[in-house]
């Protein structure tokens, strides 16, 4: 699936917390979008997958201009909900179930068996979600994106509560997902996922792409991770106006 | 799509009803405020049997207006923030899906004011009224549908979501819930003492100047600052307050934090309306240790019940038991004062029941 956006501007509260967007992500493989807070990740990420308005500027899905359809973009993208917006007083198990699959990822042969033993949310999925900690909640709103087995998937930012463990394993098991055929765009506050996961990156300041990272640019951070990690922080910095 | 979404919206709500009356005495109170609601209703439409058309008129556009523009503007409120918070949002963006959502909360809202409208008609004898009840019902849910939707904030997207202050996790508690109940993010503590020490000397500048006006305007110009201070004291953090049971906090401490402002408030104003002259203000007083005791209530079973709970039918629950005590309380006054407690141990309960839990 290959999604286009062009000249996007999304007004949050009004102020354009994105401003002038324009990238393209083109068949399957991780990208992940980085910038301080407030530069307008979640807003972006929001308005692709159809959670917000857009005011100015276009989305294509597949060369379908989608933009005034959020219908049809939330339909087509997976997005994983905020873990503090999930019902309280419903147990993962039952949200499960209205959402459509009452046991995905089950079955050793299910695509998503290896993120739900990641995300290692059975102990708990009888428990209500009210009496959740914020890493538990996390992991099952994570699990919520994939349940209509959707073939594009945004995260914002994923690992966020989650245990080290757990963390670990989720982003193994994403990454696995992304190289078997999913298409996944995650926010992320940290360049170690971006340089050894990641097929391409973009870097969001103030709203604006301010620098996109292709898989040879990505590759070459892998390799001096330190030096990229150095650069990537300076130009963020230099972004924010804070050097 | 449609019926995932109504069997998500009715999960809940069936949920909500069975957290706030479990046992089969929470049932048995329900049937009794019915029964009292509708004697009451039927009380009202017998002898309101002398009033001419064009008041009836009145009454009934005046009762489903309002309902039909509620109704459609918390339905719609409520589609805005599925569409962007909710794992359902793929269905709350659905158009056959959101008339559907709209259609059957119109109809839950309409059986009650037309049973309500039909009791009054039949009393009457004006069957043309019910006709009067349905436009009114639709112009007030028409011109709600014209109205734009403000942005669905979930309670993590609030700016104002307060940082925890340093220091002891009993003085933070405090400064947080005065943080939201007197707006200020900073010196919250001292902008409550400005506020109770406001409230005393307007209070008693009230019951002074007073003196030689009408006892009325005298009466509401001295609760006038009360009132401000419990209408800021009743703003409360529904996300921090469920939260603190499992951080191991126990229902008195966050009675006492909700609490804190208003009863400062009581003791300022008491002692102002007792110094203003206390033969002429006893009512005064009255009213004033009437009303800080409700908002207190009110804002304990809020605190209570919010651990593990949407903090919407909570509200919703505890407007409905409020109405219902306070019906109860004009006809039976002892059996309401043994109402009220029972309902505070069950909330109390409610609360102490939540504790940090990990797997």
Redesign the interface.
Known sequence: MRIEVRNLTVF??GYPAVQDASFAVDGAGWTGLVGANGSGKTSLL?AL????EVQEGAILIDGTDLTAD??AR??AIG?A??????????SGR??FA???DASPGLEPADPLAPLRRALAFD??LD??I????AG?KQRL?IF?AF?NRPTVVILDEPFNWLDPICAFDTRNALAALAEGGLTLITALHEMNSLVRHCRSGLLLSDGRISRRLDAKALAGGARDFAAFEAEMIAGLRGERGDA | MANRLIRYEARLFRRSVGDGFRGPADIALLVLLAIIAFAWLRDRAMSARTLALAPEAFWFAALAVPVGFTVQRLASQRLAWLAEHSPLAADALEGRARRLYLAIAHLIAAVPVFAAASLLATALDRPAALAIAAAAYAIGAGSASIMPIRRARSAAARDGSPAADPGSGGRAVLALVLRRQTGRRAQAATWAMLLVAGNFALTLAAGWWGTAQPDALRVAMMLLPSLVVLLMSSRLDAFMLGFLPYAGYTPAFIAAGVSALPAASLAASAMAAIMAGPAANIGVLMILVLGHAGFILIGIARAWLYPGRQPRSVDFQLQLEAAGLLAIAVLLPPLAIAGLGWRLWRFRLHCRSFRWVQP
């Open positions: 949050r509260d929001r997958a159809g959670r917000i959020r219908a939330a339909r997005f909900p905020d873990a503090a917006a999930l019902p309280e007083s419903l039952e949200l209205i959402l459509g102990p708990f428990r209500r009210g009496a959740l900690s538990m709103a919520c349940l």
